[in-house]
């Protein structure tokens, strides 16, 4: 009997832990293309500035072929076309990454902004790979959008050389929603006051206040922290409404560029990791 007993016991526990392996199957065997797949066309947002805009907004078959983004007494920025067709195409996987996270092309001539370096730079070595890897498999564009120009100067250097950065335990937690938000989306140097140098992040960190032009007319980055002029006074479920479908908690639509439609191909546990970190910034008025 208690052979018995203990012989059934066994084979519930294999079949447990058979049954608990195929449920994990997937997470493990995701492969780096598609976790470069899910950032560059969702979290990272990366076809906001690099795929040309049509009046619906980004062109599907031009996807990643390079446009202008922004054009001002600074600079004329030109999101590069980033398809095997551009000139990425002769650069190796790591001068690609060191291009994404360091700005610094293979010349050793450095990107000008809007890139947002000060975050890229501490994107995981992991996912700098799965996002070349990925860039790599795209249907090559055959599309000019120009050379970008800067009457400011440019650094020599956003810092110095990254060595590594390791991952972040993906999960629902401060931690990862802070990775994300940060190096992943770059929310928070959009959602962070601008001075001279660019995005104060020691002192106004996702204060808000930065003036966004375009077709749209001038949208302002709203205060983000966890203060009552930022995020205090809403729901959890309201927040993500507004970060995935633009639409305010009375109903009127939010304006671009945040990439509503590349955030909405976020997992349900990278929001809620987002808004996790996003309770915990410090609280910040909004600039008098």
């Known amino acids: 009997m208690r052979t018995e007993m203990g012989d059934t ?20 065997a995701e492969t780096p293309e598609e976790r470069g797949e899910y950032l560059v066309r969702g979290p990272a947002g990366c076809g906001n500035c690099h795929s040309p805009m049509g009046p619906e907004g980004p062109i599907a078959e031009q996807e990643l072929a390079g446009r202008l983004v922004e054009q001002n007494e600074a600079f004329t920025a030109i999101a590069p076309n980033i398809t095997p067709a551009g000139r990425i195409a002769e650069w190796s996987d790591e001068d690609l990454g060191r291009a994404i996270r360091e700005g610094i092309r293979p010349d050793g001539s450095v990107i000008g902004p809007p890139m947002p370096f000060s975050f890229y730079r501490n994107l995981s070595d992991t996912d700098v790979a799965a996002i070349v890897a990925f860039l790599r498999t795209i249907p090559a564009v055959e599309h000019d959008p120009g050379t970008s120009v800067y009457n400011v100067p440019l650094p020599p250097a956003y810092g110095p050389p990254v ?13 990862y ?26 002192t106004d960190f996702g204060r808000g206040g930065f003036e966004f032009h375009g077709p749209w007319g ?6 983000i922290t966890s203060h009552e002029d930022g995020l ?14 633009g639409t305010r908690p009375d109903g009127s639509p939010m304006l671009p560029p945040m990439p509503y439609g590349y955030l909405a191909q976020m997992t349900e546990e ?18 008098s």
């Open 9 to 28: 016991m066994t084979k519930n526990v294999f079949a447990g832990a058979a049954l608990l392996a195929l449920c994990m199957a997937p997470a493990l």
């Open 270 to 287: 990278d929001l809620q990791a987002i808004i996790l970190y996003l309770r915990s910034v410090p609280p910040l008025p909004d600039k």
């Open 218 to 223: 001038v949208s302002v980055a709203p205060n």
């Open 232 to 245: 205090a006074g809403y729901s959890d479920e309201e927040i993500a409404t507004m970060i995935t479908k």
């Open 177 to 202: 929603g802070e990775y994300l938000a940060g190096p992943v989306a770059h929310c928070m140097e959009c959602h962070t006051t601008f001075g001279p140098a660019g995005p104060m992040l020691e």
């Open 163 to 175: 060595e590594s950065v390791a991952d972040i335990p993906r999960g629902v937690t401060v931690e």
